[in-house]
């Protein structure tokens, strides 16, 4: 088991994650990230302080990836907080579990020139090894009802990802 500290004040997380600390109350404030709790007592109390489990500062970190890379933030919240894969796979990373494999996220979207705009999108999660064996054809994918290609395609290593993050906050909590 890891030798860390498993409650951060918002500072560090927001350190490990690379915004300032105003982005994680933003985020709260505009109802984008609930994650976070006060200690008991000081709910109504604007000096506060925030703290964030090791499990919160991964999901924050997966999130923050997947926005960057287009997906609306708070979409991008609700598909970590309503994910057991990421998850999980957070726990591996933080337990250090020797039988863990990388979790990828992918996500393939396409048809947004349909008529409405709804058009589809469906999210995978690939070990490391699947998503290799799997990723020249992943190019190719298409709507299995409307045949129509894929218009997007990433893919994000939440394990990776949660990597950095522990190692981020590892630094803040020796130092």
Request: charged share 25%; hydrophobic share 45%.
């Amino acid at each position: 088991m890891n030798k860390l500290k498993t409650i951060f004040f918002a500072g560090a997380v927001a350190q490990a994650l690379g915004v300032a600390p105003i982005t994680l109350r933003m985020w709260r404030e505009r109802g984008v990230c609930d994650f976070g709790h006060v200690i008991e007592g000081g709910e109504d109390n604007p000096r506060s302080r925030r703290r964030y489990d090791i499990r919160e500062a991964c999901m924050m970190g997966v999130a923050l990836t997947l926005s960057r890379f287009g997906v609306d933030q708070e979409q991008a919240f609700r598909i970590v907080s309503n994910s057991e894969e990421i998850k999980s796979a957070i726990a591996a990373v933080f337990f250090d579990a020797d039988d863990a494999q990388d979790c990828i996220f992918c996500l393939v979207d396409g048809n947004g020139a349909s008529e409405n705009g709804d058009g589809w999108s469906y999210l995978a999660y690939l070990s490391l090894a699947d998503w290799k064996a799997h990723a020249a054809s992943a190019f190719e994918v298409t709507d299995a009802l409307t045949k129509e290609p894929a218009e997007v395609l990433f893919s994000v290593n939440v394990s990776a990802i949660a990597r950095r993050v522990v190692k981020a906050l590892r630094v803040s909590d020796e130092g």
